[in-house]
């Protein structure tokens, strides 16, 4: 059974720093992408970033790239997200998903985590 475990996620004042995790186990994820999602109250959720485990190659929403950092460690099975100068519009559910097709729509992931809250006060 594909499981995809989310941590790290809390309340931060903006400006400040949060590490997000995301443990896969239950198959062999070599040809699969990870990528990271958010939805926030009210609105549809969105890409953040995604990376391949072949080749560690990266893909970043525009609202990400400077501020966001995606990585892998292929020995653990986790992906991590690393996200610094927080702002409060980054508050949302942050999900971890799965996929061949990745890229930057939803419907590219096969596998979806539960989600881990990420509040950034002002």
């Known amino acids: 059974q594909v499981q995809l475990v989310e941590s790290g996620g809390g309340l931060v004042q903006a400006g400040g720093s949060l590490r997000l995790s995301c443990a896969a186990s239950?198959?062999?994820?070599?040809?699969?992408?990870m990528g990271w999602f958010r939805q926030a109250p009210g609105k549809e959720r969105e890409f953040v970033a995604t990376i391949t485990w072949s080749g560690g190659m990266t893909y970043y929403a525009d609202a990400a790239k400077g501020r966001f950092t995606i990585s892998g460690d292929n020995a653990k099975n986790t992906v991590y997200l690393q996200m610094n100068t927080l702002k409060p519009v980054d508050s949302a559910v942050y999900y971890c998903a799965a996929g061949i097709r990745a890229g930057r729509s939803g419907s590219g992931y096969d596998y979806w985590g539960q989600g881990t809250q990420v509040t950034v006060s002002s």
């Open positions: 239950g198959r062999s994820f070599g040809s699969y992408a």
